[in-house]
C-alpha cells in the first residue's frame, strides 16, 4: 500500500570541491578595440579598468573551453568524472537552440551518467548555477558539475562603442558535492524585467530566417542604466546575501562580484565597507568581463595567485541581462 512520496536522501550540506578555468590563447589589448571604434587606450582603462581580454579561436568551441576548465576542477575534487551526476552549464553565448551545451561536455569528460542542462540568465548565471547544484546535492547527494562558459566575441559587434571593449571568452567551472558541514549559503535572488532591455540581443533569431540580409544579431548595452542599477541596488544584494549566511563583513575573508566593471566593483566595495584586509576579485583587468564565467575565472584567479585560500569565506554576487541578479555566501575549495 502506498504511504506517499519517499523523501530525498541527499547530503546533509553542500560546499564548492574544486574549480577550473580556461582562457583562450589569444590576447587582444586595447589598442587592436580601439581599431574598431573611436576611444583609446587609457579611456577603456580609466572607465572600466580593462587592459586585455581573451578572445577564442575557431577550436576554442563552447564545448573544448568548459572540457579543459572542468578537468582542472574534477581534478582538484579528487573525484572521477564517472562520480559526476549533473552537469549545469552557465551560458548565453550557446548559438545553438538545442541540445543544451551541457549535454557536450558531460560527453567529452566522460561524465556517461550525469544529466545536463544550460542555464540562461546572462552574467548572474553562475551563481544561479551553483545554488541549483547545492540543491541537487543536498536533495540527491553526488556531485554537480558547474561550467561558467562564454564566447562574447560571437555576438559583439567590433564597432559598437559601447560593448566592443568591454567583453571576453573564457570558461571556469567548480565541483559542487556533499559536506558535513554548511559551505554554502542561502542564495538572495530576483529579476527587475521592468529594465529587461537595458541588455539585450540586438534582434531575435527569427529576423535572419525573414530577412536573409539582416545583420547577425549582436549584444547590446545602455551602459549607464546597467552601471546606475548595479552601484545602487547590487550593494543592498550583497548585504542582504551576508545577512542570510548569518554573518557580516568583518567575517568575510574574499569578494568575488561578477567582473563587469572594476569602477562598479570599487563602488560596491565601499558601500559594503568591506575591511580592508578582505581580497576583492578583480580579474576584469585582464579578462574582461566573461559574463557567466566571469565568478569561477576570478575564483580560481585569486585561490592560484594565493590571494586567498581554501576554506576562506567568500561572497558571491552575480548581476547582469534581465536585469537578474543572485548572492551567496560560499567556503572556497
Known amino acids: 500500500m502506498k504511504t506517499g512520496i519517499a523523501a530525498p536522501a541527499g547530503a546533509p550540506h553542500s560546499r564548492i570541491l574544486g574549480v577550473g578555468a580556461y582562457r583562450p590563447r589569444r590576447v587582444v589589448d586595447n589598442a ?39 578537468g ?19 551560458t548565453f553565448t550557446h548559438l545553438m537552440q538545442t541540445p543544451a551545451v551541457a549535454t557536450e561536455i558531460a560527453h567529452r569528460i566522460g561524465a556517461t551518467r550525469a544529466a545536463g542542462f544550460d542555464v540562461s540568465a546572462g552574467c548572474a548565471g553562475f551563481v544561479h548555477a551553483v545554488v541549483l547544484a547545492s540543491d541537487a546535492v543536498r ?9 561558467g562558459v562564454e564566447r562574447m566575441s560571437d555576438i559583439l559587434d567590433l564597432t559598437d562603442r559601447s560593448t566592443a571593449f568591454i567583453f571576453g571568452d573564457g570558461a571556469g567551472a567548480v565541483v559542487v558535492g556533499p559536506s558535513q ?8 535572488w530576483g529579476a527587475d524585467g521592468s529594465q529587461a532591455d537595458a541588455i539585450r540581443q540586438s534582434a531575435p533569431w527569427d529576423a535572419l530566417r525573414d530577412d536573409p540580409g539582416h545583420p547577425f544579431p549582436a549584444l547590446r548595452q545602455d551602459g549607464q542604466r546597467v552601471f546606475r542599477w548595479a552601484v545602487y541596488e547590487m550593494a543592498k544584494v550583497a548585504g542582504q546575501a551576508l545577512d542570510a549566511a548569518g554573518i557580516e563583513a568583518d567575517d568575510l575573508d ?52 594565493g590571494a586567498a585560500v581554501s576554506g576562506d569565506t567568500a561572497l558571491l554576487l552575480g548581476y547582469g541581462s534581465g536585469l537578474s541578479y543572485a548572492a551567496v555566501v560560499a567556503t572556497l575549495p
Open 254 to 305: 574574499a569578494f568575488i562580484p561578477h567582473q563587469a566593471n572594476e569602477r562598479i566593483i570599487d563602488s560596491m566595495t565601499r558601500s559594503m565597507g568591506l575591511p580592508a584586509r578582505v581580497t576583492v576579485a578583480k580579474d576584469i583587468v585582464t579578462s574582461g568581463n566573461t559574463s557567466g564565467a566571469s565568478i569561477p575565472l576570478a575564483m580560481e584567479t585569486v585561490l592560484s595567485s
Open 32 to 70: 587592436e578595440i580601439c581599431r574598431h571604434i573611436d576611444s583609446s587606450d587609457e579611456w577603456i582603462r580609466s572607465r572600466t579598468g580593462i587592459v586585455t581580454r581573451h578572445w577564442a579561436g575557431p577550436d576554442e568551441t563552447l564545448g573544448v573551453m568548459a572540457e579543459h576548465a572542468a
Open 139 to 147: 536533495a540527491r547527494g553526488g556531485h554537480v558539475l558547474v561550467v
Open 72 to 90: 582542472k576542477a574534477v581534478a582538484m575534487a579528487g573525484i572521477a568524472p564517472d562520480d559526476i551526476t549533473c552537469v549545469i552549464a552557465a
Open 181 to 188: 558541514t554548511p559551505g554554502i549559503g542561502p542564495v538572495v
